[in-house]
């Protein structure tokens, strides 16, 4: 069309595509490490049940309502349930995934530094729902 220039038109057709591109490629990122579960994670399975939660290492130690991990290094967490939903929280490191009868949930973590944090169920699945609490026990390596 005689005259008229579409220059303006073309870098803002270039900005969009270029934010799209780069909003996209972050949210696969995000996804890509979210997903990820490192190779060497220990597996730690997790069952709930009213109205308690129970913990099984690798090498077969049982805790329940308290989870001792060591800093620095990675754990897959497979959830269970034993009777209703529940949900296994650990608010501080961002930890959420539902606890399902008859199905197995995963969901991992990697503790950054020694301490206490609260272990709470986050479904309602009762009574006593309100006192399914836990505590995760971040501990030093052993030397
Ligand atoms: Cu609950």
Not at 85 to 91: D, E, Y
Request: hydrophobic letters at 40%.
């Amino acid at each position: 069309m005689g005259g008229h220039s579409n220059w303006p038109e073309w870098i803002y057709i270039g900005v969009v595509v270029a934010l799209m591109c780069w909003v996209g490629a972050e949210a696969w990122e995000a996804e890509r490490l979210v997903e990820h579960v490192p190779e060497d994670a220990e597996t730690i399975i997790v069952t709930g049940q009213q109205w308690f939660w129970t913990f099984e290492h690798e090498d077969g130690t049982k805790e329940i309502g308290e989870l001792h991990v060591e800093v620095g290094k990675a754990y897959k967490f497979e959830i269970h349930s034993k009777d209703v939903n529940h949900a296994f929280n650990i608010h501080d490191y961002v930890v959420l995934m539902d606890a399902i009868p008859g199905r197995v949930n995963t969901v991992w973590f990697a503790p950054t530094d020694a301490g206490e944090h609260d272990i709470q169920c986050r479904e309602y699945c009762g009574l006593i729902h309100y006192n399914m609490r836990g505590t995760l026990i971040v501990e030093e390596p052993k030397a």
